[in-house]
């Protein structure tokens, strides 16, 4: 439990970085209401639903599907996706079948694809 403990604070340290150094804003969720309805707004509603649903992995592939490593936005919503994983409990990671190192990789990988190279853990 205390390593779990350990890696899901590593991981919002990391999301926290990442917002204030490469997105610069302190607000760690991207807020739909404030923007217009765009195609980074149906991403973000059909990731949101996703994670509700249960169906991490698919929502996963298709975040990774829709990157564009030149959109700020995009880099955006990722961070935020992995920020919602990393607040779900061990259990619901766990039925949908995902883990705390799913997030940490998946970060790494976002990261790799904007070409943003810090260490995570």
Same mark, same amino acid.
């Given at each position: 439990?205390? $390593?779990?403990?350990? #890696?899901?604070?590593? #991981?919002?340290?990391?999301i926290e970085t990442i917002h204030k150094v490469f997105l610069h804003e302190d607000n760690l969720t991207h807020d739909i209401a404030q923007t217009e309805n765009t195609?980074?707004?149906?991403?973000?509603?059909?990731?949101?639903? !996703?994670?509700?649903? $249960?169906?991490?992995?698919?929502?996963?592939?298709?975040?990774?599907?829709?990157?564009?490593?030149?959109?700020? %936005? %995009?880099?955006?919503?990722?961070?935020?996706?992995?920020?919602? !994983?990393?607040?779900?409990?061990?259990?619901?990671?766990?039925?949908?079948?995902?883990? $705390?190192?799913?997030?940490?990789?998946?970060?790494?990988?976002?990261?790799?694809?904007?070409? #943003?190279?810090?260490?995570?853990?």
């Amino acid at each position: 439990m205390y $390593r779990k403990d350990w #890696i899901m604070d590593q #991981i919002e340290s990391f999301i926290e970085t990442i917002h204030k150094v490469f997105l610069h804003e302190d607000n760690l969720t991207h807020d739909i209401a404030q923007t217009e309805n765009t195609t980074q707004d149906s991403l973000y509603q059909k990731l949101d639903l !996703l994670i509700h649903e $249960r169906k991490i992995n698919e929502a996963e592939n298709l975040l990774f599907d829709h990157l564009e490593p030149k959109d700020e %936005k %995009k880099l955006a919503i990722a961070v935020n996706f992995y920020s919602k !994983l990393n607040q779900l409990n061990d259990e619901t990671l766990e039925s949908a079948n995902y883990s $705390r190192e799913e997030i940490e990789q998946g970060l790494k990988d976002i990261m790799n694809e904007f070409g #943003i190279k810090i260490e995570l853990i």
